[in-house]
């Protein structure tokens, strides 16, 4: 545990620095036009680079919840921990919590990435999603094209473990060091899904 502890990444530390990551995220929400207090923050995603960390967290993350899903995607475990407390992010109360194992991508910090919000929509493709976003979000209608001058970087896509059933496109919207992502089904509903 020495390794996380000397990283920061020890699970108490890590809800240590929620505040700062919530102000974050909410500073992100407010460049997007994005009013989310009324949304359900499905859950909260870190990042590492070391598969040995990896483990060691997946391991300490489990005295605080157990696991819903351990599901291989784009060749690299997925995890998610269902949380016995939910952890306060600014004004959300998240019940989840998302390890992606490593892969090749190197992070330029590890920690905290994202934190991703249930936007219902009956969308099941990326496109659509966009038009669901657009209506219920007339402020990122309007400010979407210039959102890449103010380099936030946005990525659709449609993520799926291998026994998936429901559709759940989503799109990421990353500046700073964190990212916001949106989806129409909760992450509980689609690891129901896997189970059907």
Known sequence: MQKL????????????ALPDFAARIEALAEKLGL???????DHIALRVNDWDCAERL???????????SNTEINGRPIVVIGLREP????????????????GSKQYP?????????????????????????????????????ELYALNVKIKASSPAGEKERLANPTFA???DGVCIKL?????KDVIASEAE
């Open 173 to 175: 919207f990353k500046h």
């Open 5 to 16: 502890e000397e990283k920061g990444l020890l699970p108490e530390q890590m809800i240590d």
């Open 87 to 102: 952890l306060q992010v600014g004004s959300w109360q998240v019940e989840a919590l998302e390890l992606p194992y490593p």
């Open 109 to 145: 910090s590890e920690g905290w990435e994202h934190l991703e919000f249930v936007v219902p929509s009956t969308a099941a493709t990326t496109d659509g999603l966009k038009v669901d976003l657009e209506e219920t979000f007339p402020s990122l209608a309007q400010c979407w094209n």
């Open 183 to 187: 989806h129409p089904c909760s992450l």
């Open 35 to 41: 009013t989310l207090d009324d949304y359900q923050a």
């Open 58 to 68: 997946h391991k300490a993350w489990l005295a605080y919840g157990e696991e819903w």
